[in-house]
T-cell receptor, first 114, second 113 residues
Framework: DVKVTQSSRYLVKRTGEKVFLECVQDMDHENMFWYRQDPGLGLRLIYFSYDVKMKEKGDIPEGYSVSREKKERFSLILESASTNQTSMYLC?????????????FGEGSWLTVV | DAKTTQPPSMDCAEGRAANLPCNHSTISGNEYVYWYRQIHSQGPQYIIHGLKNNETNEMASLIITEDRKSSTLILPHATLRDTAVYYCIVRPPSGGTASKLTFGTGTRLQVTL
């Protein structure tokens, strides 16, 4: 089974802190994604990566950056956390870019910024 | 991208089959139908997907109508652990939007004793 592991399930951070959310997948997938999910707004794509050291902006990249130094690991960075970044963050991965390549999600990281 | 329409909620008795409908009348001939579910406070779980033919796996069956304008997810013997929000999603075969999953409001399935 595909395993997408997010390092932290629940975090509480202060406004202005730098926050790292880590994600690891064990299936040698090429593609990795970071989404956030908010009530009433559904799932929104923040960033995705098609290969090591490559990244592309999603729909809401402002206030976020990402890092992919190794194929299995994709990190989301909040440079200076703000209260409007309180959300559930979801990491995902897929073998390829095509519609037939299933996207698998991690358990989610609940971030509260106070 | 094709949009989907699902009933907001459904109930099902434990042990019975749960049949969750999805309308995707604007689907293109080469777009995939995916189903995910999300249990409260957890990440979305992949269930099944299909293109033209009906599909079955250990979790569920997917029935796609011949005109592909609608589909039904079938959980053959629902249990309390199947209580979740179920999302039907249409994905293009390629291109940037193939990676951008768009979850609608889904169907909240409540399985009861």
């Amino acid at each position: 089974d595909v395993k997408v592991t997010q390092s932290s399930r629940y975090l509480v951070k202060r406004t202005g802190e730098k926050v790292f959310l880590e994600c690891v997948q064990d299936m040698d997938h090429e593609n990795m994604f970071w989404y956030r999910q908010d009530p009433g707004l559904g799932l929104r794509l923040i960033y995705f990566s098609y290969d090591v050291k490559m990244k592309e902006k999603g729909d809401i990249p402002e206030g976020y950056s990402v890092s992919r130094e190794k194929k299995e690991r994709f990190s989301l960075i909040l440079e200076s956390a703000s209260t409007n970044q309180t959300s559930m963050y979801l990491c995902a991965s897929s073998l390829g870019r095509l519609g037939r390549n299933t996207i698998y999600f991690g358990e989610g990281s609940w971030l509260t910024v106070v | 991208d094709a949009k989907t329409t699902q009933p907001p909620s459904m109930d099902c008795a434990e042990g019975r089959a749960a049949n969750l409908p999805c309308n995707h009348s604007t689907i293109s001939g080469n777009e995939y139908v995916y189903w995910y579910r999300q249990i409260h406070s957890q990440g979305p779980q992949y269930i099944i997907h299909g293109l033209k033919n009906n599909e079955t796996n250990e979790m569920a069956s997917l029935i796609i109508t011949e005109d592909r304008k609608s589909s039904t997810l079938i959980l053959p013997h629902a249990t309390l652990r199947d209580t979740a929000v179920y999302y039907c999603i249409v994905r293009p075969p390629s291109g940037g939007t193939a990676s951008k999953l768009t979850f609608g409001t889904g169907t909240r399935l409540q399985v009861t004793l």
